[in-house]
């Protein structure tokens, strides 16, 4: 049996994580959900995703501080990182998150389902 694609999934919120995880699973990738950055290093280190969705603002540590902890460690900065926001599309938040190593700046409110399945399609492969 082929290996699944994996989708860690990080975001504090349970409606958003388990309407993402439900559309990763329905596309066939095996999802997985942190509810902060500091849970999703300690799964990224067990099961190596194969894309992250993050969420900016979370409790413990938030977005920006995962992704520096991720992109510096060598075991684990070559895991595309989507970050996903309700913060709105600020072009300095933006441009901030592309100069740490982020893989795309979604805004969750201005996103489908559908468009995040094709983004994330784009990066990892069909499941």
Do not use: C
């Amino acid at each position: 049996m082929e290996n699944k694609k994996r989708v860690l999934i990080v975001d504090d919120d349970p409606l958003i994580s388990r309407m993402y995880e439900n559309k990763m699973s329905a596309d066939g990738y095996e999802a997985e959900v942190a509810v902060n950055g500091a849970d999703a290093l300690l799964l990224v280190r067990k099961n190596r995703p194969d894309l992250i969705l993050l969420d900016v603002m979370m409790p413990k540590m938030n977005g920006v501080e995962t992704l520096k902890a991720l992109k510096g460690d060598e075991a684990t900065k070559s895991i595309p990182v989507f970050f996903l926001t309700n913060l709105g599309d600020n072009p300095d938040d933006i441009a901030k998150a592309k100069a740490l190593g982020a893989e795309d700046y979604l805004v969750k409110s201005q996103i489908s389902l559908k468009e995040l399945s094709e983004k994330v399609k784009k990066i990892v492969g069909t499941a």
